[in-house]
């Protein structure tokens, strides 16, 4: 059987933490990865930029109605993910719009943190 | 050299420019900024350049591949850079083509729908329209460290989202258009809204929004709705001079003195009007812009053809359900047909619930009382619409009319119902 991890937490309190205490994290992160990596279960991850760059998708009527900011509807919940490859974000909204559920929940999409900045 | 009206005319153009070759917005707007100080030092000096975009322009790559070096960390970021600074300025393309294509890559970036409204008024405001962040906080009444961040925060958004410096592709440009005019309306409506503030900086707020509208029809000729867009901000503009008397106060449509309509941008608006509705403009601003036009037409109140006008509601309606506009609509045919009918409308408005809160529902209720000598239901309801208001000029205006009707009743001349 297969999983998805969903990893919450709260953006402000990692905001608040030293520049040696995240290194701490990253690294252990690292090390996790690696000895899943090693055991056979990884399939992909990666960490997620901030709330604030997210983008949210519905079709309703055959219209599309982009929004700033992530997914936040109480009534709707997770069920399922997709991790692809995009240009830039307009690629990415034009695939998500395509994603069969936009037309009756919302999809968030938001960018992975990229491996060459800081 | 008018160094004031050079900085108006190119500091777009030359941003959208920068933009296209830095693809960093934030960098962009710095380096441009630097630019226009070189020249402001320089130009008295040396005399102004017979290309003025282009030396700006220079000067902005050249000012971006510095702070660029400065702040490279990594290898791969350090090849880009050094194709930034070798470019020659005869390659860059400064065509007048690529000139409109870069502004129009500008406005349709500040305006994706991925940002939020209020960030993309904002934003266009500061980049297209060139506005300092204070003079934008103060157009809507906001502290400037608030705005600072608002604008701060739109561009971080649009670096690390992977927002794209580009055209829309054709099959999303009309959606993406709309969210142009969108933006360039609500501009346009914050700067007429007859709420407290210095009336300079919300004319400054029309006049922008008038000029980016020219702006577009000049960038997308041969868009009927974007022409009635330009013509409804006419319009409204004309009448300007005589919606508030000399202490703010509000002059109805009914009272305004006529004669102080701009007639030019009567002359302006009415034939652009025409010639979008011929070519089929049918939309939401082209159907508001036909109402202006009819009040612009009427040379005393009464010529004006309010059973038009409703009919003109009703289409809008039709495109675009809204308590407001059905609000609006009543009190059309309240002209067109007598007070009794447009109350009959109002009050299935309020049954509605939709507009509760809203003090221009009560307060259009009670003007229709007032207007059926129903004196102390009017008075009723003006105190209604008194609780609701939110700004002085519309308060006054309010308790002035609540005073009238109240010696009316006193004095016995009520219509009973």
């Known amino acids: ?118 | 050299m008018n160094l004031e009206s050079l900085y108006r005319e190119e500091w777009r153009r030359v941003l959208a420019t920068t933009v296209r070759l830095t693809g960093d917005f934030d960098l962009s707007e710095e380096a441009v900024q630097d630019a226009f100080v070189a020249a402001l030092e320089q130009w008295p000096r040396d005399g102004a350049p017979a290309n003025p975009y282009a030396w700006l322009v220079s000067a902005a790559r050249n000012r971006s591949v510095d702070q660029l070096r400065r702040r490279a960390r990594f290898e791969e970021q350090g090849v880009e850079i050094e194709r930034l600074a070798r470019v020659e300025m005869s390659d860059i393309d400064l065509s007048e083509a690529s000139m409109v294509d870069d502004q129009l890559r500008l406005i349709f970036t500040c305006c994706h729908p991925a940002l939020a409204v209020d960030s993309q008024v904002a934003l266009t405001l500061r980049t297209v329209c060139g506005l300092t962040t204070e003079e934008i906080a103060r157009g809507f009444l906001m502290p400037l460290a608030t705005m600072a961040q608002r604008l701060v925060r739109v561009k971080r958004k649009i670096r690390d989202a992977g927002l794209p410096f580009a055209m829309p592709p054709k099959e999303k440009l009309a959606e993406r258009l709309d969210g142009v005019m969108l933006v360039v309306y609500l501009v346009f409506t914050e700067g007429y809204a007859a709420t407290s503030g210095k009336a300079w900086i919300r004319q400054q707020f029309c006049d922008e929004a008038i000029r980016l509208g020219r702006l577009l029809c000049e960038l997308i000729p041969g868009n009927p709705e974007l022409r009635a867009l330009l013509a409804l901000m006419l319009l409204h503009d004309s009448r300007r001079m005589a919606r508030s008397g000399p202490d703010e106060e509000i002059i109805t449509l009914e009272e305004q003195n006529r004669q102080l309509w701009d007639r030019r941008e009567i002359a302006e608006g009415v034939p652009l009007l025409e010639a979008a509705l011929r070519e089929g403009a049918r939309g939401e601003y082209a159907l508001q812009a036909a109402i202006a036009a009819l009040h612009a037409r009427a040379q005393r109140p009464e010529d004006t053809d309010w059973t038009q006008i409703a009919r003109l509601y009703d289409a809008l309606l039709q495109q675009r359900p809204s308590p407001v506009v059905e609000l609006n609509r009543a009190a059309a045919v309240a002209m067109a047909e007598g007070p009794a009918k447009g109350l009959a409308l109002i009050e299935a408005l309020e049954a509605k619930g939709e507009l509760a809160g809203y003090h221009l529902l009560p307060a259009a209720r009670a003007d229709l009382l007032r207007r059926e000598c129903r004196w102390s239901e009017a008075a009723d309801a003006y105190r209604q619409a008194l609780a609701l208001v939110a700004n002085d000029p519309e308060r006054r205006y309010l308790t002035q009319r609540l005073a009238e009707v109240e010696v009316q009743s006193a004095s016995g001349n009520s219509v009973i119902h």
């Open chain 1, 1 to 118: 059987m297969e999983y998805l991890l969903l990893i919450y937490g709260n953006d402000a309190d990692i905001a608040k933490m030293t520049e040696a205490e995240r290194g701490a994290i990253y690294q252990e992160y690292g090390r996790f990865t690696q000895s899943i990596q090693q055991s056979g279960n990884h399939r992909a991850g990666h960490e997620l930029q901030p709330v604030a760059t997210a983008t949210t998708v519905r079709v309703r009527d055959n219209k599309r109605l982009v929004t700033d900011g992530p997914f936040a509807e109480t009534r709707e919940q997770l069920g399922g993910f997709y991790l692809i490859q995009a240009k830039d974000l307009d690629e990415a909204l034009a695939i998500a719009e395509r994603i069969p559920s936009a037309r009756t929940g919302s999809i968030e999409v938001r960018p992975l943190v990229s491996r060459s900045s800081s």
